[in-house]
């Protein structure tokens, strides 16, 4: 499993390799493996896009809920057939012809794809969908988060964080403003 790279760490790369025509996409094994991508001059106005599906493809989202956000489902001649000797994930994963993927994701008025998170780690709280991963792009954009992972336990989201050792030594940030720092920065 991958992760959608960040909007931040897309933005810096562009900004980083001005003369090169950076492409991002977004894909899976079970469909061979590319589903979209984005040019490099699409990349800063549609930050944090996967971009349009590739030729003879077809994604849309299903189980939508108020915010749009739904399961991202492919179809096209690059979806594979099924799992080797797993007959049961087939049927759960490949339906009338279309794969879906597990992942959650949006697609704006452009036709453009967000990925936003995988439906595994999907929490909801006070009924709405939280996707671990955006919070844990806002954090890991931080200066003095080298990275963080975020969790669900007993009904509370809890940020583990692992903190720029080398930041927080030459700003002498202690541990309680640390997160000060960080509650101002929600």
């Given at each position: 499993?991958?992760a959608?790279?960040?909007?931040q760490?897309?933005?810096?790369?562009v900004?980083?390799?001005?003369?090169?025509?950076?492409?991002?996409s977004?894909?899976?094994?079970?469909?061979?493996?590319?589903?979209?991508y984005?040019?490099?001059?699409?990349?800063?106005?549609?930050?944090?896009?996967?971009?349009?599906?590739?030729?003879?493809?077809?994604i849309?989202?299903?189980?939508?809920?108020?915010?749009?956000n739904?399961?991202?489902?492919?179809?096209?001649?690059?979806?594979?057939?099924?799992?080797?000797?797993?007959?049961?994930?087939?049927r759960?994963?490949?339906?009338?012809?279309?794969?879906?993927?597990?992942?959650?994701?949006?697609?704006?008025?452009?036709?453009?794809?967000?990925?936003?998170?995988?439906k595994?780690?999907?929490?909801?709280?006070?009924?709405?969908?939280i996707?671990?991963?955006?919070?844990?792009?806002?954090?890991?954009?931080?200066?003095?988060?080298?990275?963080?992972?975020?969790?669900?336990?007993?009904?509370?989201?809890?940020?583990?964080?692992?903190?720029?050792?080398?930041?927080?030594?030459?700003e002498?940030?202690?541990p309680?403003?640390?997160?000060?720092?960080m509650?101002?920065?929600?």
């Amino acid at each position: 499993y991958g992760a959608p790279m960040s909007s931040q760490d897309i933005i810096n790369l562009v900004e980083l390799l001005p003369k090169c025509n950076l492409i991002y996409s977004y894909g899976l094994t079970e469909a061979s493996p590319r589903v979209t991508y984005i040019m490099g001059s699409d990349l800063l106005k549609k930050a944090g896009s996967s971009g349009k599906p590739i030729k003879n493809v077809k994604i849309e989202i299903s189980n939508k809920g108020i915010d749009n956000n739904g399961e991202i489902v492919v179809s096209g001649p690059n979806v594979m057939l099924g799992y080797y000797n797993n007959a049961e994930k087939t049927r759960r994963t490949i339906v009338d012809g279309k794969l879906y993927t597990g992942d959650y994701g949006y697609i704006d008025e452009d036709g453009y794809l967000y990925v936003q998170g995988r439906k595994d780690n999907m929490i909801i709280s006070a009924g709405k969908n939280i996707y671990p991963e955006e919070i844990e792009d806002r954090l890991n954009a931080l200066p003095y988060v080298s990275e963080s992972l975020v969790i669900e336990k007993d009904g509370k989201l809890i940020a583990l964080v692992y903190p720029d050792y080398e930041v927080v030594k030459k700003e002498k940030i202690s541990p309680e403003q640390l997160k000060t720092k960080m509650d101002e920065n929600r």
